[in-house]
């Protein structure tokens, strides 16, 4: 029993180390990255907070490439859900303060 085990891991073992050895061997498609000036992932910057009277914390996140702001909580109720604020245009708030 305990050899058959064994066996069967060591086949195991052995397909799995194929399967990532030859996994691209056979494919014929290239991917190239893209071109100058498309649109690139955002990057985040998310700032774990409170506010007052509330029951739970905040997480305030900063959409650095496009200039969004938002927040996420959690409503701990008797069905728990998250509330998202809806995002606010950073660029248009300190264009308005020139």
């Not at 180390?17 to 991917?31: E, G, I, K, M, P």
């Not at 071109?35 to 509330?54: C, Q, R, T």
């Not at 997480?59 to 959690?74: E, H, K, Q, S």
Request: glycine residues 8%; contains cysteine.
């Amino acid at each position: 029993m305990r050899s058959k085990t064994v066996c069967a891991l060591v086949v195991l073992n052995v397909v799995l180390l194929a399967s990532l050895c030859f996994r691209n061997a056979f494919t014929r498609t290239a991917a190239a990255a893209p071109a100058a000036g498309s649109l690139k992932p955002s990057e985040y910057l998310m700032i774990p907070g409170e506010v007052n009277g509330g029951n739970a914390g905040v997480i305030f996140i900063v959409d650095t490439r496009n200039g969004w702001l938002t927040a996420r909580t959690l409503d701990a109720g008797a069905k728990p859900h998250i509330i998202d604020m809806q995002p606010l245009d950073l660029n248009r708030v300190f264009a308005a303060a020139h």
